[in-house]
């Protein structure tokens, strides 16, 4: 089977292209508008994009809640999303109003940053503080605009339950990280096994 992109003619039900490119870990992002308005959101288009220094990326598809947000005050959390938090992930997944509070609609804590004004979960086994570095709107080949809003943020500070940690390490058995997996399939990465680099 192949198709191009361009007429998307591939026979199936449903596109797959979010399926291949998969699994995807999920920015659960908090944030605070100008307002004083807090959000949660989940993105299933993110991804650390740098270790030095710590940058993370999330992509709104359209202008959204999150997007606004850290663009009006510069700032915002990623939020790690367990098994034991997926359904009130989902939860906060809801189109609602600006005004509602995703974080109270979902039954959890927002707690306010340690170097950052934006609101993150109390009970997410981790969270990344962030301040956003920049914002672009992506380029297809013939320069017309993507319609989603790519926002990258530099990690200032890193939240850790030390329940999850054994042997100096994070234990993703402990933590079971979500992933989306496309459609509405996710998965659970708790099925951990260990390889190394080949040595020269």
Not at 127 to 132: H, I, M, P, R
Not at 172 to 177: D, E, S, T
Not at 181 to 190: A, H, L, R, V, W
Request: one cysteine or more.
């Amino acid at each position: 089977m192949f198709y191009t992109t361009d007429t998307n003619r591939h026979g199936l039900a449903h596109d797959p292209f979010k399926a291949i490119v998969a699994p995807r870990p999920i920015g659960w992002i908090g944030s605070k508008g100008r307002d004083g308005s807090i959000n949660l959101a989940p993105y299933s288009f993110f991804n650390a994009v740098s270790d030095r220094p710590k940058l993370v990326m999330f992509s709104s598809a359209g202008r959204k809640h999150s997007q606004r947000n850290a663009a009006e005050t510069g700032e915002f959390t990623c939020n790690f999303v367990s098994r034991s938090l997926l359904e009130k992930m989902n939860v906060s997944s809801a189109a609602v109003e600006y005004e509602v509070d995703e974080f109270a609609l979902a039954g959890l804590t927002a707690r306010k940053g340690e170097l950052v004004d934006a609101p993150y979960v109390a009970e997410a086994f981790a969270v990344l503080e962030c301040k956003v570095t920049e914002i672009l709107v992506p380029k297809s080949l013939s320069g017309e605009e993507s319609e989603n809003v790519m926002v990258f943020g530099q990690v200032l500070g890193i939240h850790v339950d030390e329940t999850i940690i054994r042997d100096g390490r994070l234990d993703m058995a402990l933590a079971r990280p979500v992933a989306r997996m496309g459609y509405m399939d996710y998965s659970e990465g708790s099925d951990v096994f260990e390889m190394l680099r080949p040595q020269r």
